[in-house]
Structure formats: structure tokens, C-alpha cells
């Protein structure tokens, strides 16, 4: 059976749904208060493993930005960008968060097949993706978001035009939703800003 993998779990949303499905689901939120709330609220369910690591391109540490108004869900691994819409601005930061490659994550525990993979970190998506590797190949469908008609960090990469195309190479069919059209899903932004890329081989 294969496993759910959710990066960026944040106050467990979408965790409630895909917990539902009765398969292991591996939680990543590397921000203390909400680890702490998420096992508070999921911990009991065999099938919930909380990971209060990020996932990055590279194994080791960097410093993690926070953005505490609202529910924190703009907390990132990566610099604010200057002019972003939303008026972004981090108020704290954790200098040493733990990061895993997504393949060196599944080789630990022995993970061959990902049923469903949801990102949602705030301008290291892409990053995220290609932390797979190879085992790209093992992801059946998911869902990432990318920015589209704004910037709000300081990386280049994590756009529509470039990662649309490199999961249709990976041979995944996309359906691209925008102006917060399945914010049930990821919390895409609702002014057009964003896009969810939902991708299935």
C-alpha cells in the first residue's frame, strides 16, 4: 500500500481529509507550535507521523523564516521578496531547521510508493519536487502550488511556466487551477497570484 505524504502540514487542514482515507500519512511542519498542535489533534491515529523537519534540495540545516500573523502560513525556508503582494514580513526566524531530501526520506523508511504527494511551502515547491530524484517515479498524483503573476520570496524557479513543464516531462497530466478555484486543497491564494498544479500519471 502506499503512503500519503503531506509537506507543509501547517494547522492540519487537509490532514483531517487524508487521514480519513485509512493510509499512513507523513506530516512534515517544521514550525514548533504547530508540530505541537498537530499531534495534539492527530496523534492518536496510528496511521498519523508527524516530521517537524523541512524538505529541501540539500540534507542539513538552514535557517527557517516565520511570519507570524494569521496562521503563520506564510512561513518560509527562503527570503522575502521586497515588493511581494501580500505585504509578507518576517517577525522571527529559527536559525537551525533540520532539512531531508525527499528520496533520502523515503529510503529511510523503506518507502516505495506515494499514493497521493501534497506541497504547500511557500516558494520551495519546486524544490521539494525535485528533491525526489528518481522516485519522481514512484508518485502516483499530487498537488503543488507556484506562483504565477506575482513574487513573494526571493527564489526564481518556483513558477507556473517551469514547473508545469517539468511534471509533464516526469509523464504527469496536469490540471492547473488559479484564483483560489480548490482552496480546500492548498490554500491557494484567491487573487490569481498563485496556482495549484494538480498532476496525475
Partial sequence: MGVIIEVGANEGQDTVEFLKQGKPVYCFEPIPNHAKDLWDRFGQDPNFHLMTIAIDLENGFRRFNIEERADWGCSSLHDVAPDNP?????????EKVMCMRLDTFMNLYGITEIDYLHIDTQGNDFRVLQ?????????????????????????????????????????????????????????ASPNGNEANIFFKR
Fill in 86 to 94: 501580500h505585504g509578507i514580513n518576517f517577525t522571527r526566524h529559527i
Fill in 131 to 187: 528533491s525526489l530524484g528518481d522516485k519522481i517515479d514512484c508518485v502516483k498524483e499530487g498537488v503543488v502550488e507556484v506562483s504565477k503573476n506575482a513574487k513573494y520570496y526571493n527564489v526564481q524557479d518556483n513558477t507556473m511556466e517551469v514547473v508545469a513543464p517539468w511534471l509533464s516531462l516526469k509523464g504527469f497530466y496536469l490540471r492547473i487551477l488559479d484564483d483560489g478555484i480548490g482552496k480546500e486543497h492548498t490554500g
